[in-house]
């Protein structure tokens, strides 16, 4: 039967308090229910690019993480994890190793999109039984909040400020979750941590225990480079859902199923509204600008559902 909110929250913490995430940082909630869907006697091999995640959790002599953790370089978690599975591999032939680890690396939007592409590409290509994390918090917080291929158009952000002349980022974001579906690989999924409650556990079951490579796209917000109060994470993943800018689905053996259908698809105004890097959407002469980003939403909504046979 696939890990529901019940059988998961009866699993132990493999990923503890004590880091120092900011209050109201998606990282942390993605990691605990990803890592919740490792099976308490399985171990694992953890890496994650640098980042807040990796910044704010692993402060030597402190760790967050109960399982082995590689610190790692920015731009190749992938091929770090790969090559720690492909000795993994060896050492179980030839009978040195009993126990049975899996294999995850995290990464931010900026090691995932951005600079770690080819290290991601090359580790799911050449099919290491491993999964790729990528917590999407949509900028590089960690430097003060630069803009990445997933920031979404027209965020503020401190290399794609909002001036009188440009509203913020010129560019509609990457869609990075079907260039990995386009690998052909064993499974893709994008899911969010909220929103619709066993989501994550069972993405993160399927992609942890299906043989061969497996990424997922985990939507993560982030209150300072957002702008939100910190009680409201919660509240912002629900609408990023609702208004389908971040669609649940996954792609599993080459087949795309929609994974939660919002019963009644609200507009983006809703998800830009508590954010204060979008806040200059709202004034009377950006109108436009707002819908300019509703028609490329539904554009890549609607392609989304015929892809999933909806
Ligand atoms: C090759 C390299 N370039 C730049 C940096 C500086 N750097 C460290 S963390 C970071 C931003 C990380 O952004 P992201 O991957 O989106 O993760 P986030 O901090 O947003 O969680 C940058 C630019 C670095 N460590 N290595």
Redesign the pocket.
Known sequence: MALNLREAAKRPERFTGGHRLCAGCG?SVTVRAVLKALKPEDKAVIGA?????EVSSFLYPYTAWKDSFIHN???NAGATISGVEAAYRVLKKKGKIDDTYKFIAF??????YD?GIQSLSGAMERGHDMVYVC?D?G?????GI?R?SATPKYANTTTSPAGKVVPGKQQFRKDLTQVMAAHNIPYVAQTAPFGNFSDIYQKAEKAIYTEGPAFLNVFTP?PRGWRYDTPKLMEIVKLAIDTCYWPLYEVENGKWRLTYKPKKKLPIEDFLRPQGRFKHLFKPENQHLIEDLQKEIDRRWEMLLERCGE
Do not use: K, R
Not at 49 to 53: D, E, K, R
Not at 107 to 112: A, K, L, S
Not at 139 to 143: K, V
């Open positions: 990282a690019a640098t980042g807040c995640l370089a920015f731009e990464g931010g939007d900026g090691g995932t600079i917590y918090n900028a590089y917080m960690n430097t630069q990445s982030c």
